[in-house]
Nanobody, 123 residues
Framework: QVQLVESGGGVVQAGGSLRLSCAAS????????MGWFRQAPGKGREFVAG????????WYADSVKGRFTTSRDNAKNAVWMQMNSLRPEDTAVYYC????????????????WGQGTQVTVSS
């Protein structure tokens, strides 16, 4: 089992930046594909970004491509997401997720979730 704890959310003006962190504990972190999801008020949870076990591959939702970057450090059991050029529509609770199986399953039905961190972008 993996425990995930997000941090780094907050309130920022449109055009600003935030860096989210996700600290993992439990079983071998480097065995897990990691990802980020978000849920805006009144909407369903949506995939935002993913990163392979080695960190060599990343993939993003079209809505954040070119603005968000995810990275990981397996020695630190941590993953981050740098969010630049934030927009009001990026306002949501952001969740870290982990899956031991595949990037596809990470994107659709990840096994482990963090508790979420609120990001609010004001216009």
């Amino acid at each position: 089992q993996v425990q995930l704890v997000e941090s780094g959310g907050g309130v920022v003006q449109a055009g600003g930046s935030l860096r989210l962190s996700c600290a993992a504990s439990g079983r071998t972190f480097s065995n897990y594909v990691m990802g980020w999801f978000r849920q805006a008020p009144g909407k369903g949870r949506e995939f935002v970004a993913g990163i392979s076990v080695s960190g060599g591959s990343t993939w993003y939702a079209d809505s954040v491509k070119g603005r968000f970057t995810t990275s990981r450090d397996n020695a630190k059991n941590a993953v981050w997401m740098q969010m630049n050029s934030l927009r009001p529509e990026d306002t949501a609770v952001y969740y870290c997720a982990a899956d031991p199986r595949s990037s596809l399953l990470l994107r659709t039905t990840p096994v482990y979730w963090g508790q979420g961190t609120q990001v609010t972008v004001s216009s």
